[in-house]
């Protein structure tokens, strides 16, 4: 395999981890809003809490871990995608920022603040939206490049059907990752009401992570046929996910299994985003970018392969004692630690 | 001045990182005092130290969040203001960028553990050892990214030909000449920083009339921890001069107001420069720059006068130098005095005046991190990669990046004044001496 390939092979693996971890974190924060307003606060949000205390900084690694990789194997993405990504890059930020801060003000401040609460709830939900833009315009057709300057076209990307698919089903599926994941999270905890809740929430958004894939499958074909091709010929992949989804949905529907359960809805995710971005290869901006064309100089290509297995033989063992302590650890998820 | 956008992307890239860096100093030098004072009270068994380090440590997280915030901006602004100079300069500088995100990756896994396992463990000395991981990544974090600032100041490891560039050594990038003596520089000076900024809030506490124990503990802890990196703040100073001297003489000679070369070059402090390039009401000390920058008074001092016009940086750097160097000489005094009058009986180290000079210590180290990081920035005007690329070259394209400014503005005005509101509130609901005896029983 090139070293392009294992290069955005491995970065793509970031951006799967980022989409599960800000998933659930993202949807939490929306879901403790939401309970807060319900006035169902006390039955839920400490739970929410004692889940995302520990890890919410490590959410956001990723995050930055994906976009400095991104620059540093393909230093051209940063040139077309710095000068395009202005606007929505600089909203997105900002989104984060307030997100981030205010998860520390609301939950080490002032603990009944509720505009804290409402910022860092509400904001999770438009981030996942700003962010699926550069997946939209990564399909070609928003930027153009006329001499040395790379126009990007706001308008378009507006009124475009298929971008507003793709920032449905990021919506969609952020709250349904983070409802199956938190589902489980209560059942560990031995705390029924609040599993029933979040069962709901669950059930209740699993419908719409599949309709919103097919928009998105209808949307491709009307603006990137070729890669809508490609795609067909992965459609195993899709099958997979499809299954995926039905086994996790009705293990929930069932009560059964919780964990396997949210294994499957990772499941269904990870063959969903890989058959994505299978079939967008060799472009990383259509028809502008590929991986072969941005690609560093190769000492650089190496350097940067070798410093990332070291940094992971490092971070690899310390992720498992962050979950050992805080996600498997019994007494811990239960709050008596 | 017209605001183009490469004076509007100078203008955003200023803002986040001037706002950036007062966290990332907070971020980098608070856990080392963490550490220490969760250290004694283990080892004396002392519940004042180990309370300390609780609390130290719950008004820490609010500052890291908002650090973490802004450094996800800056990181990303790299690119979306500096197009151009991300494309050629990135292919060096992402194996530096890439350890940063790790080590910063490191230090946030052991803050959340740390954050939530204080009794979790039969022996405490366990839960000291997970300060030691937060140090190292935040220190080394610190450490990668000054590499890239270094390079950007004296770039080496690659050869640029017709805009593209070849021949690519990532170590000799990482370690060129500049490195030493930032990293040293910016490490010292966020520990004293932090220092300081803990000192002045014990400070402030036993000026309310506060007596309890913990306060004086307090600040006595953060007092000699600030002397000692107040010492080698200097030190580190020195040795930048010296690297200045031989590697940047346009940046020391335009700070220093030194146009023509010369052997036993004076070193000027204070003053004002009238539009004739005459230096006014100066302190003038006679062959102190010859000395500073080679340790000999009679060494020749590059003068600004031997470079191009379009090369030189602008000359009011030379009060941004003059600041930082004097509240660094202030903040060695005023240590050194408590640490004397603490010693000596016949003085009162909790003297009116020299507990509110302790307490301007706090503010006024921050003023010295930004002048002195001003100083260092436009020092190297007007280029961004000294020597390959300039300013101009590399800023964005893009239109409406002075809505974008002032979009972040906003953000940071928000942040700085809630976060402030966050943190004085948190501690005045639950005084020490309320806390003390609910966790402690004493």
């Given at each position: 395999m090139d070293i392009q390939l294992v290069g955005m092979t491995v970065l793509w693996l970031f951006l799967y981890g980022y989409l599960i971890v800000a998933s659930i974190d993202f949807g939490a924060g929306f879901f403790a809003y939401y309970c807060k307003m319900k006035k169902q606060d006390h039955l839920v949000n400490h739970l929410i809490s004692r889940y995302l205390s520990p890890v919410w900084e490590v959410t956001n690694v990723f995050l930055v871990f994906f976009f400095v990789g991104l620059v540093g194997f393909f230093p051209d993405t940063a040139y077309y995608y710095g000068t395009a990504l202005l606007i929505p890059g600089s909203i997105a930020l900002v989104l984060l920022s307030i997100r981030g801060s205010f998860y520390a003000f609301a939950n080490y401040g002032s603990k009944e603040n509720k505009v804290y609460l409402f910022l860092y709830g509400v904001s999770g939900l438009f981030i996942p939206a700003s962010f699926s833009t550069v997946l939209t315009i990564s399909e070609g057709g928003f930027i153009e490049k006329r001499g040395e300057e790379i126009i990007f076209f706001a308008d378009r990307l507006f009124k475009s059907p298929y971008s507003w698919s793709v920032v449905f089903l990021a919506i969609v599926s952020v709250l349904f990752i983070s409802a199956a994941f938190l589902t489980y999270y209560a059942d560990r905890a031995n705390d029924e009401q609040a599993r029933e809740i979040l069962r709901k929430y669950a059930l209740f958004w699993s419908p719409p992570t599949i309709i919103a894939s097919l928009l998105v499958f209808a949307g491709l074909r009307e603006h990137n046929i070729a890669h809508f091709e490609k795609m067909l010929m992965y459609w195993w992949v899709f099958g997979f996910s499809f299954i995926c989804f039905l086994v996790a949905s009705s293990l929930i529907y069932q009560r059964k299994r919780y964990g396997t359960a949210f294994v499957f809805v990772m499941l269904q995710f990870f063959f969903a985003f890989f058959g994505y971005g299978a079939s967008h290869l060799p472009y990383i901006l259509d028809p502008y970018v590929t991986i072969y064309s941005a690609y560093t100089n190769e000492t650089m290509g190496i350097a940067l392969v070798i410093v990332f297995i070291a940094g992971l033989l490092l971070l690899i063992p310390s992720l498992v004692l962050l979950m050992r302590l805080f996600l498997f650890d019994a007494d811990y998820v239960k709050g008596k630690k | 001045m017209e605001l183009d956008s490469v004076v509007l992307a100078r203008m955003l890239t200023t803002l986040t990182l001037a706002f950036h860096i007062i966290f990332a100093t907070i971020g980098v030098g608070v856990p080392i005092l963490i550490s220490i004072a969760e250290y004694i009270g283990i080892k004396r068994n002392d519940p004042h130290y180990l309370l300390l380090a609780r609390r130290w440590t719950r008004g820490f997280v609010v500052t890291v969040a908002v650090g973490v915030v802004t450094g996800t901006c800056i990181g990303l602004q790299l690119s979306l203001l500096w197009p151009s100079f991300m494309k050629i300069a990135g292919q060096v500088i992402s194996l530096p960028l890439f350890m940063e995100t790790f080590a910063f990756f490191f230090e946030a896994i052991f803050l959340g553990i740390y954050l939530y396992t204080w009794d979790r463990f039969k022996k405490p000395i366990y839960h000291w050892l997970l300060s030691i991981p937060i140090i190292i990544g935040s220190s080394a974090s610190a450490f990668f990214i000054t590499t890239v600032n270094a390079f950007m100041n004296t770039p080496q490891g690659f050869t640029l030909e017709n805009g593209a560039i070849a021949a690519i050594d990532p170590i000799t990038a990482m370690f060129n000449p500049a490195t030493p003596s930032k990293v040293f520089h910016v490490l010292t000076s966020s520990y004293v920083s932090s220092a300081f900024i803990l000192a002045m809030i014990a400070a402030f506490h036993i000026l309310r009339g506060k007596t309890d124990e913990y306060y004086k503990k307090a600040l006595k802890l953060t007092m000699v921890a600030g002397f000692i990196f107040a010492l080698s703040t200097a030190i580190a100073g020195d040795l930048s001069a010296k690297f200045l001297a031989k590697y940047q003489p346009e940046k020391l000679a335009a700070g220093e107001w030194h146009f023509e070369t010369e052997k036993g070059a004076d070193l000027l402090l204070y003053g004002i420069l009238d539009e004739n390039h005459e230096v006014k009401y100066a302190l003038r000390l006679p062959n102190m720059l010859s000395f500073l920058s080679f340790n000999d008074f009679n060494a020749e001092v590059i003068g600004l006068n031997?470079?191009?016009?379009?090369?030189?940086?602008?000359?009011?750097?030379?009060?941004?130098?003059?600041?930082?160097?004097?509240?660094?000489?202030?903040?060695?005094?005023?240590?050194?005095?408590?640490?004397?009058?603490?010693?000596?009986?016949?003085?009162?180290?909790?003297?009116?005046?020299?507990?509110?000079?302790?307490v301007a210590g706090g503010p006024l180290s921050l003023v010295a991190i930004e002048t002195g990081w001003i100083f260092a920035e436009v020092g190297r005007q007007p280029w961004i990669l000294r020597g390959y690329m300039k300013v101009a070259e590399g800023a964005t394209t893009a239109d409406h990046v002075g809505e974008m400014f002032l979009l972040f503005l906003a953000l940071y005005i928000v942040l700085a004044i809630i976060c402030t509101t966050v943190l004085i509130k948190m501690f005045k609901n639950k005084p020490a001496e309320t806390e003390l005896e609910y966790r402690f029983n004493k």
């Amino acid at each position: 395999m090139d070293i392009q390939l294992v290069g955005m092979t491995v970065l793509w693996l970031f951006l799967y981890g980022y989409l599960i971890v800000a998933s659930i974190d993202f949807g939490a924060g929306f879901f403790a809003y939401y309970c807060k307003m319900k006035k169902q606060d006390h039955l839920v949000n400490h739970l929410i809490s004692r889940y995302l205390s520990p890890v919410w900084e490590v959410t956001n690694v990723f995050l930055v871990f994906f976009f400095v990789g991104l620059v540093g194997f393909f230093p051209d993405t940063a040139y077309y995608y710095g000068t395009a990504l202005l606007i929505p890059g600089s909203i997105a930020l900002v989104l984060l920022s307030i997100r981030g801060s205010f998860y520390a003000f609301a939950n080490y401040g002032s603990k009944e603040n509720k505009v804290y609460l409402f910022l860092y709830g509400v904001s999770g939900l438009f981030i996942p939206a700003s962010f699926s833009t550069v997946l939209t315009i990564s399909e070609g057709g928003f930027i153009e490049k006329r001499g040395e300057e790379i126009i990007f076209f706001a308008d378009r990307l507006f009124k475009s059907p298929y971008s507003w698919s793709v920032v449905f089903l990021a919506i969609v599926s952020v709250l349904f990752i983070s409802a199956a994941f938190l589902t489980y999270y209560a059942d560990r905890a031995n705390d029924e009401q609040a599993r029933e809740i979040l069962r709901k929430y669950a059930l209740f958004w699993s419908p719409p992570t599949i309709i919103a894939s097919l928009l998105v499958f209808a949307g491709l074909r009307e603006h990137n046929i070729a890669h809508f091709e490609k795609m067909l010929m992965y459609w195993w992949v899709f099958g997979f996910s499809f299954i995926c989804f039905l086994v996790a949905s009705s293990l929930i529907y069932q009560r059964k299994r919780y964990g396997t359960a949210f294994v499957f809805v990772m499941l269904q995710f990870f063959f969903a985003f890989f058959g994505y971005g299978a079939s967008h290869l060799p472009y990383i901006l259509d028809p502008y970018v590929t991986i072969y064309s941005a690609y560093t100089n190769e000492t650089m290509g190496i350097a940067l392969v070798i410093v990332f297995i070291a940094g992971l033989l490092l971070l690899i063992p310390s992720l498992v004692l962050l979950m050992r302590l805080f996600l498997f650890d019994a007494d811990y998820v239960k709050g008596k630690k | 001045m017209e605001l183009d956008s490469v004076v509007l992307a100078r203008m955003l890239t200023t803002l986040t990182l001037a706002f950036h860096i007062i966290f990332a100093t907070i971020g980098v030098g608070v856990p080392i005092l963490i550490s220490i004072a969760e250290y004694i009270g283990i080892k004396r068994n002392d519940p004042h130290y180990l309370l300390l380090a609780r609390r130290w440590t719950r008004g820490f997280v609010v500052t890291v969040a908002v650090g973490v915030v802004t450094g996800t901006c800056i990181g990303l602004q790299l690119s979306l203001l500096w197009p151009s100079f991300m494309k050629i300069a990135g292919q060096v500088i992402s194996l530096p960028l890439f350890m940063e995100t790790f080590a910063f990756f490191f230090e946030a896994i052991f803050l959340g553990i740390y954050l939530y396992t204080w009794d979790r463990f039969k022996k405490p000395i366990y839960h000291w050892l997970l300060s030691i991981p937060i140090i190292i990544g935040s220190s080394a974090s610190a450490f990668f990214i000054t590499t890239v600032n270094a390079f950007m100041n004296t770039p080496q490891g690659f050869t640029l030909e017709n805009g593209a560039i070849a021949a690519i050594d990532p170590i000799t990038a990482m370690f060129n000449p500049a490195t030493p003596s930032k990293v040293f520089h910016v490490l010292t000076s966020s520990y004293v920083s932090s220092a300081f900024i803990l000192a002045m809030i014990a400070a402030f506490h036993i000026l309310r009339g506060k007596t309890d124990e913990y306060y004086k503990k307090a600040l006595k802890l953060t007092m000699v921890a600030g002397f000692i990196f107040a010492l080698s703040t200097a030190i580190a100073g020195d040795l930048s001069a010296k690297f200045l001297a031989k590697y940047q003489p346009e940046k020391l000679a335009a700070g220093e107001w030194h146009f023509e070369t010369e052997k036993g070059a004076d070193l000027l402090l204070y003053g004002i420069l009238d539009e004739n390039h005459e230096v006014k009401y100066a302190l003038r000390l006679p062959n102190m720059l010859s000395f500073l920058s080679f340790n000999d008074f009679n060494a020749e001092v590059i003068g600004l006068n031997d470079f191009p016009e379009d090369e030189r940086p602008p000359l009011w750097i030379h009060y941004m130098f003059d600041i930082m160097v004097t509240i660094g000489v202030y903040l060695v005094v005023v240590s050194f005095l408590y640490l004397l009058f603490e010693r000596m009986k016949r003085f009162n180290p909790y003297h009116k005046w020299l507990l509110w000079a302790i307490v301007a210590g706090g503010p006024l180290s921050l003023v010295a991190i930004e002048t002195g990081w001003i100083f260092a920035e436009v020092g190297r005007q007007p280029w961004i990669l000294r020597g390959y690329m300039k300013v101009a070259e590399g800023a964005t394209t893009a239109d409406h990046v002075g809505e974008m400014f002032l979009l972040f503005l906003a953000l940071y005005i928000v942040l700085a004044i809630i976060c402030t509101t966050v943190l004085i509130k948190m501690f005045k609901n639950k005084p020490a001496e309320t806390e003390l005896e609910y966790r402690f029983n004493k």
